[in-house]
T-cell receptor
Framework: IAGITQAPTSQILAAGRRMTLRCTQDMRHNAMYWYRQDLGLGLRLIHYSNTAGTTGKGEVPDGYSVSRANTDDFPLTLASAVPSQTSVYFC????????????FGPGTRLTVL | GESVGLHLPTLSVQEGDNSIINCAYSNSASDYFIWYKQESGKGPQFIIDIRSNMDKRQGQRVTVLLNKTVKHLSLQIAATQPGDSAVYFCAVDNYGQNFVFGPGTRLSVLP
């Protein structure tokens, strides 16, 4: 089934631990994104990648890193989790012209204690 | 950079009535806009989009209106149904790099 998958669905993590959220798309989209969604704040961009091999910082990048070794995968890593990183994380990919539509994964709910 | 806001965080409508959800943006150069629907526990889902060379675009029961003069975007849902209950976000293209999202409007459909 075409689309974006994320793993895990949810995770409870102790502060200070390292965690990688996985994201895979099978639509061969060049652009991919990681957002966090917090109540009252909407979706905020963490990092993005316009194409395999390149990444960029979004609005709230601190404490997160990403890599884009290939077109399909875009993992997000929390090197040392803190409670303020408790959030719902969405991965997205963007279609090429003419649609430019952005597709979202189902999300990962992360709780840092 | 771009900033996006919504006029109402919540909206309640009677089943069968029309719904109007609004969004304001700051960058007059923005040229692509999307409305998303997000149901509880799910990721945002594309509803309809519009480019800046258009003022209006219609889909199935939904219409998006774009007023570039006042930098305002609206989503109209005709004959609102219980299944329309969700949070609705507008997203504005930020120089082709990414989208900036509004904070969302929670639509509740009353029986």
């Amino acid at each position: 089934i075409a689309g974006i998958t994320q793993a895990p669905t949810s995770q409870i993590l102790a502060a200070g631990r390292r965690m990688t959220l996985r994201c895979t798309q099978d639509m061969r989209h060049n652009a991919m994104y990681w957002y966090r969604q917090d109540l009252g704040l909407g979706l905020r961009l963490i990092h993005y990648s316009n194409t395999a091999g390149t990444t960029g910082k979004g609005e709230v990048p601190d404490g997160y890193s990403v890599s884009r070794a290939n077109t399909d995968d875009f993992p997000l890593t929390l090197a040392s989790a803190v409670p303020s990183q408790t959030s719902v994380y969405f991965c997205a990919s963007r279609g090429d012209m003419p649609t430019n539509e952005q597709f979202f994964g189902p999300g990962t709910r992360l709780t840092v204690l | 950079g771009e900033s996006v806001g919504l006029h109402l965080p919540t909206l309640s409508v009677q089943e069968g009535d029309n719904s109007i959800i609004n969004c304001a943006y700051s960058n007059s150069a923005s040229d692509y806009f999307i409305w998303y629907k997000q149901e509880s526990g799910k990721g945002p889902q594309f509803i309809i989009d519009i480019r800046s060379n258009m003022d209006k675009r219609q889909g199935q029961r939904v219409t998006v209106l774009l007023n570039k003069t006042v930098k305002h975007l609206s989503l109209q849902i005709a004959a609102t149904q219980p299944g329309d209950s969700a949070v609705y976000f507008c997203a504005v293209d930020n120089y082709g790099q990414n989208f900036v999202f509004g904070p969302g409007t929670r639509l509740s459909v009353l029986p």
